[in-house]
């Protein structure tokens, strides 16, 4: 089992990243995706979520309106759509697929929101 984000980097405010998250080893198209973050000295925070088929989808309040998340099961792979991006965005962006026994987690991608 393999979650592998990808697309994370250096980004000054107000600008844009889209983050990826592939995967292999498991059915994809059974599991919910979310994505997590966790800036430094802080508790990683859920960010958003979306459902096996996709057709619902949650953000946090400090990223609605902002990011969007969407998946294609055809690729095995979550998306993160990060727009208008801010200071505070800082952190390492974890994808997570869940099921009701359990979950499995990718190993992070850093993302630096900084002029």
């Known amino acids: 089992v393999q979650l592998v984000e990808s697309g994370g980097g250096l980004v000054q405010p107000g600008g844009s990243l889209t983050l990826s998250c592939a995967a292999s080893?498991?059915?994809?198209?059974?599991?919910?995706m979310r994505w997590y973050r966790q800036a430094p000295g802080k508790e990683r925070e859920l960010v958003a979520a979306i459902s096996t088929a996709g057709g619902s989808t949650n953000h946090a309040d400090s990223v609605k309106g902002r990011f969007t998340v969407s998946r294609d099961n055809a690729k095995n792979t979550v998306y993160l759509q990060m727009n208008s991006l801010k200071h505070e965005d800082t952190a390492v962006y974890y994808c997570n697929a869940v099921r009701s026994w359990g979950a499995y987690w990718g190993q992070g991608t850093q993302v630096t929101v900084s002029s």
């Open positions: 080893g498991f059915t994809f198209s059974r599991f919910d």
